[in-house]
């Protein structure tokens, strides 16, 4: 392929998401450089390995890491696959690591990550959102297990490409390199409300796998909390159509049932809670309830549900 179909990738934030992502790709040819922090010496003498029930077991070795934004060749692309409460202090390093010109992809869950940071990175640089709809996570500094799935859909947010044709056009460029590293991908033309989608799963399973100790086959296999996650969904639903975003018809069933086939697993905000990080109250529920609060609508249970874990966050993190 030519250089242009190859483009330099930088993935800013080596965990879980951006380990998959980021070895995926480069397993692909192309290339690919990875910023880490804490997990540095244990990435870059062993190297990545991805248990995959979906693609086997993968490694990547060796990794082209990095400790410093400042020591990463610029890239075209940037995988932002840290999680939305360290935005503010990722975008110095987003701006060192990028190409004038870079197209920036935020692989976050929540609602307005985007809004949060684009006033902090150059005008100059584009920024997308990417919706990342996969079962994984950090067993082990440099090991990553992948229970399901894997696809990620992009959107443009903001940036120099003023006009729809330009923005649908990056976003497509965008897909086009996880199609090429054998993953689902695909365009979105409006990114908010596919942000609301996802909400529709992230709302009710991770607040509720923290609130209740418990992953989603336990959370299914309750009457009460089945009821919960049904009745929260809706609300999600209900918020969006308030904001101007129908959603498909029977949409949260089909998420239901879609979990219902899951083998057990336990989302990301679980393992945050467990290892005493910080929450992404924020993104997943601050954001959509001011949303909706905006155009009148209020959504009862989810703003319990917020309450109460911003209460063990807090406690969590004292």
């Given at each position: 392929?030519s250089e242009f179909?190859?483009p330099?990738i930088?993935?800013?934030?080596?965990?879980?998401?951006g380990?998959?992502?980021?070895?995926?790709?480069a397993?692909?040819?192309?290339?690919?450089?990875?910023?880490?922090?804490s997990e540095?010496?244990?990435?870059?003498?062993?190297?990545?390995?991805?248990?995959?029930?979906?693609?086997?077991?993968?490694?990547?070795?060796?990794?082209?890491?990095?400790?410093?934004?400042?020591e990463?060749p610029?890239c075209?692309?940037?995988?932002?696959?840290?999680?939305?409460?360290?935005?503010?202090?990722?975008?110095?390093?987003i701006?060192q690591?990028?190409?004038?010109?870079?197209?920036?992809v935020?692989l976050?869950n929540?609602?307005?990550?985007?809004?949060?940071?684009?006033?902090?990175?150059?005008?100059?640089?584009?920024?997308?959102?990417g919706?990342?709809f996969i079962?994984?996570?950090?067993?082990?500094?440099?090991?990553?297990?992948?229970q399901a799935?894997g696809?990620?859909?992009l959107?443009?947010?903001?940036?120099?490409?003023?006009?729809r044709?330009?923005?649908?056009?990056?976003a497509?460029e965008?897909?086009?390199l996880?199609?090429?590293?054998?993953?689902?991908s695909?365009?979105?033309?409006?990114?908010?409300?596919?942000?609301?989608?996802?909400?529709?799963?992230?709302?009710?399973?991770?607040?509720?796998?923290?609130?209740?100790?418990?992953?989603?086959?336990a959370l299914?296999?309750n009457?009460d909390?089945?009821?919960?996650?049904?009745?929260?969904?809706?609300?999600?639903?209900?918020?969006?159509?308030?904001?101007?975003?129908?959603?498909?018809?029977?949409f949260?069933?089909?998420?239901?049932?879609a979990?219902?086939?899951m083998s057990d697993?336990?989302?990301?905000?679980?393992?945050?809670?467990?290892?005493?990080?910080?929450?992404?109250?924020?993104?997943?529920y601050a954001?959509p309830?001011?949303a909706?609060?905006?155009?009148?609508?209020?959504?009862p249970?989810?703003?319990?549900?917020y309450?109460a874990?911003?209460?063990?966050?807090a406690?969590?993190?004292?």
């Amino acid at each position: 392929m030519s250089e242009f179909k190859r483009p330099r990738i930088g993935i800013i934030g080596t965990g879980a998401i951006g380990g998959f992502y980021g070895l995926m790709l480069a397993r692909a040819g192309f290339d690919v450089h990875f910023l880490l922090r804490s997990e540095f010496a244990a990435v870059a003498e062993q190297g990545l390995q991805l248990n995959s029930s979906v693609h086997g077991a993968l490694s990547l070795k060796p990794v082209q890491a990095y400790r410093s934004a400042a020591e990463m060749p610029p890239c075209d692309w940037l995988l932002v696959g840290a999680k939305s409460t360290s935005n503010a202090a990722l975008a110095p390093l987003i701006e060192q690591a990028a190409v004038p010109g870079a197209k920036v992809v935020l692989l976050q869950n929540g609602l307005a990550v985007e809004e949060a940071l684009r006033p902090l990175l150059p005008e100059s640089l584009h920024l997308l959102g990417g919706l990342c709809f996969i079962c994984v996570h950090r067993a082990a500094p440099g090991v990553i297990e992948h229970q399901a799935l894997g696809g990620v859909n992009l959107g443009y947010h903001s940036g120099p490409a003023v006009d729809r044709a330009a923005q649908l056009s990056i976003a497509e460029e965008g897909a086009a390199l996880f199609k090429a590293a054998g993953l689902d991908s695909s365009s979105m033309p409006n990114l908010e409300q596919a942000r609301w989608q996802k909400l529709v799963w992230n709302v009710p399973y991770n607040g509720l796998s923290v609130l209740l100790n418990a992953g989603t086959t336990a959370l299914m296999a309750n009457a009460d909390s089945r009821a919960l996650i049904q009745a929260i969904m809706q609300e999600v639903v209900q918020g969006a159509a308030a904001c101007g975003h129908q959603l498909p018809e029977g949409f949260a069933g089909k998420l239901l049932a879609a979990t219902d086939r899951m083998s057990d697993y336990l989302p990301s905000m679980y393992h945050d809670h467990v290892q005493h990080r910080p929450l992404e109250l924020r993104a997943i529920y601050a954001a959509p309830l001011a949303a909706a609060g905006q155009v009148g609508c209020e959504l009862p249970r989810i703003q319990t549900l917020y309450q109460a874990l911003a209460f063990l966050d807090a406690r969590n993190l004292s």
